[in-house]
């Protein structure tokens, strides 16, 4: 069974508008973690927000945030006032457990794209 | 901020010869380090969890002795496709995490990845 489900493989949005993409997630660990890691034509994997299970607030990094469902498993992240240069492939992943050793599994990703 | 650095950032072989990869951690220990591969428009693929000093773990499906993992020292992991085919050519991408667990530590760092090509 698919652990990181993102359901939407493309998306286009304009320029300046909100994003949303979609991430729902299974695990029957009490102890997780859930990323979201943007991943542009040149390959690199950048971190872009974080949210613990034990989180009480959803978590925000400037444009970013992430809407944590946890009853639902959802961890959505929020663009907001979208820019070109947020055009690249985005992937939601969850880390089960809390040790250092603890792996990290990627859903299958969301490719946006942004209009002018 | 943390820094992990993946050499070679390309590497382009004949089939039959065996290529080396390395990850290093710049600024932090990394008892564990992970391995992962990406084919064109995929997602990673978690391809084995590398620890220091022992055995690597590796994933269902993932041959141990046709990908070499060592983790001689808490900054660096190396993956070794030996006997490399072109069906082997991918995207390898090496990720790190501080030992010490704590806030601000949670994420994985990742290296620029390798783009392997078998002839």
């Known amino acids: 069974a698919q652990k990181i489900t993102q359901t939407q493989p493309g998306m286009f949005v304009q320029e300046k508008e909100a994003v949303t993409l979609d991430c729902t997630y299974d695990t029957s660990d009490q102890s997780y973690g859930l990323f979201w890691y943007k991943q542009p034509s040149s390959g690199e994997m950048i971190f872009l927000i974080y949210?613990?299970?034990?989180?009480?607030q959803n978590a925000t990094e400037g444009r970013y945030s992430l809407n944590f469902q946890k009853a639902r498993k959802s961890a959505n992240l929020v663009i907001s006032a979208s820019q070109l240069g947020d055009s690249a492939m985005y992937f939601c992943?969850?880390?089960?457990?809390?040790?250092?050793?603890?792996?990290?599994?990627f859903g299958s990703g969301t490719r946006l794209s942004i209009r002018p | 901020g943390a820094v992990v650095s993946q050499h070679p950032s390309w590497v382009i072989c004949k089939s039959g010869t065996s290529v080396k990869i390395e990850c290093r951690s710049l600024?932090?220990?990394?008892?564990?380090m992970f391995w992962y591969r990406q084919f064109p428009k995929q997602s990673l693929m978690l391809m084995a969890t590398s620890n220091e000093g022992s055995k690597a773990t590796y994933e269902q499906g993932v041959e141990k002795d046709k990908f070499l993992i060592n983790h001689a020292s808490l900054t660096l992991s190396t993956l070794t496709v030996t006997s490399a085919h072109p069906e082997d050519s991918s995207f390898y991408i090496c990720?790190?995490?501080?030992?010490?667990?704590?806030?601000?530590?949670?994420?994985?760092?990742f290296g620029s990845g390798t783009q392997l090509s078998v002839l």
């Open positions: 600024d932090f220990q990394a008892t564990t």
């Open positions: 992943a969850m880390r089960e457990g809390y040790s250092s050793a603890s792996k990290i599994i």
């Open positions: 990720s790190a995490r501080p030992a010490v667990m704590g806030r601000g530590n949670e994420k994985l760092f």
């Open positions: 949210q613990g299970s034990y989180d009480e």
